[in-house]
């Protein structure tokens, strides 16, 4: 007997809230029952919003696309055509690393004619799929966003959607010229777990929402591979960090208020991973025989070779063989075997915001590199209750009664999400993508290009805040 049958069993349910954990005399009775005792710690029946399933409705076809950029979210976007051929067929691949081309290729049956080097090649031909799905470096964003919607595909595009404002707002404008489809892969809104909070929000179980506190924890191992050795450690090269990052987040804060933000308020800075900081006698990589490899927390020995953590980059054969991971980052030429203390990065390594809202609802937004976890924590204050989540669960409390209610729906309990990444935003938001342009409703996407850019927006001003030490209008 699971939770909840036992619960109707006592006329807990149809009498009102359940409380997490049930109290001791119904846990007594539960262990009678045969009910676990962790069974009592999951979803409340308040909270089982319905989740989504990820077989999209498509009309007659498949909805045909052409994969730009075969590298680790270009490979996760295509699982989709894997998982459910009848929705979407992934016919056409480009990237420049011939062996992300024809693994893809290979995987799909895709035609020689149809595997694609440069961008720019896809697009020396004839429209020949529906949507492009866009996932090259952060600097290659824009202008094959540009070029696919002019040629008439709809577009699923990484985010961030471009590295400047002005490129951003003519995305939006390009879309609407030629009345494209464009959905930014803000994962996050389509996890099961943040449309369970935002319902909760919006159900009114908090009151009227009055302000809210989120916090990204990038964690230390994933901040030195990405953001000080990695592709996203020049803000310059790429974007901000708080673009890069937490565009995602800016997107969350920005979707559960639903109006747009007056100001912005930003600091923060790169304190750490600076060569000052070195410890003494430190070598410019890691394998170089550095004193200190042993307990640095930031060895990309420790890091690849012994956790074999973040292994996506190196295009290894066998990602088991420790022989392999330790001559890729004792290659000169090989990003990730740098001492974290001699990198050419910018990046700040602590980044705090604030925000003001049309309604008057405040925001605080905290990215932080030092954490030995990454998953969002978000607290939400109302007028007659307060939400408080860790990236896995939430809880949602009533002040006049005191109730609390749990929400900790696993995804290895919903077989479609299972390994599905973000929390199962990732197969989420492509499922709705391929209804959107199956339906040629835009609507049919938890947001329009309109709304994701605004929350773009919000971060290129944040950013103008933290190296201008001023508040910044965001909305007029």
């Not at 690849?304 to 953590?309: A, E, I, L, P, T």
Request: glycine share 8%.
């Amino acid at each position: 007997m699971n939770r909840k049958d036992f619960l109707k069993s006592l006329g807990l349910i149809g009498a009102g809230a359940t409380l997490i954990g049930g109290g001791e005399s119904v846990k007594a009775a539960g262990r009678a029952m045969g009910v676990a005792e962790g069974d009592f710690l999951t979803t409340d029946p308040e909270l089982d919003f319905p989740v989504k399933g990820l077989r999209a409705a498509v009309k007659g076809r498949p909805v045909t696309v052409v994969i730009i950029g075969a590298g680790n979210r270009g490979r996760t976007y295509s699982r989709y055509a894997s998982m459910f051929p009848e929705c979407m067929q992934v016919i056409g691949v480009s990237d420049i690393r011939e062996s992300r081309k024809d693994a893809m290729g290979d995987k799909f049956g895709i035609p020689q004619e149809r595997r694609f080097g440069d961008w720019s090649e896809v697009f020396r031909v004839p429209k020949f799929a529906d949507a492009v799905v866009i996932a090259t470096p952060d600097d290659t964003h824009y202008e094959p966003c540009m070029k696919a919607l002019e040629m008439g595909y709809d577009v699923l595009l990484e985010k961030p959607v471009a590295q400047s404002e002005k490129e951003c707002t003519d995305i939006a404008a390009q879309a609407r010229r030629y009345g494209r489809i464009v959905a930014v892969c803000h994962v996050l809104r389509y996890s099961p777990y943040f449309r369970a909070m935002y319902e909760a929000v919006h159900k009114g179980m908090i009151g009227k929402m009055i302000s809210i506190q989120h916090m990204e924890p990038i964690e230390c191992r994933h901040m030195a591979h990405s953001y000080v050795r990695g592709n996203w450690r020049d803000s310059r090269e790429t974007t901000p960090i708080i673009l890069a990052k937490s565009c995602h987040d800016l997107d969350i804060l920005r979707w559960f208020v639903g109006k747009p933000c007056k100001s912005i308020v930003a600091d923060g800075s790169l304190s750490w991973f600076r060569p000052e900081n070195a410890p003494e006698g430190a070598p410019l990589r890691c394998t170089d025989g550095c004193p200190h490899e042993s307990s640095c927390p930031y060895s990309a020995i420790d890091i690849y070779v012994k956790r074999k953590q973040h292994l996506g980059v190196f295009d290894l054969k066998n990602s088991r063989d420790e022989a392999e991971i330790l001559a890729k980052i004792s290659d000169p030429n090989n990003l990730w075997g740098r001492c974290v203390y001699h990198c050419d990065n910018d990046q700040p390594d602590h980044f705090v915001s604030e925000m003001v809202f049309e309604d008057g609802t405040t925001a605080s937004f905290s990215m932080e590199a030092f954490t030995p976890f990454g998953g969002r924590r978000t607290r939400i204050m109302g007028t007659t209750g307060y939400i408080e989540g860790n990236g896995s669960e939430f809880t949602v409390y009533e002040f006049r009664s005191n109730r609390k209610y749990l929400w900790n729906k696993k995804l290895s309990d919903i077989p479609e999400y299972k390994g599905s990444g973000h929390g199962g935003g990732d197969m989420a938001l492509v499922c709705d993508f391929v209804e959107a342009v199956s339906a040629q409703d835009e609507s049919l996407l938890t947001s329009t290009i309109d709304a994701s850019i605004e929350s773009h927006v919000m971060g290129f001003r944040a950013e103008k805040s933290r190296l201008s030490q001023r508040k910044v209008k965001v909305s007029k």
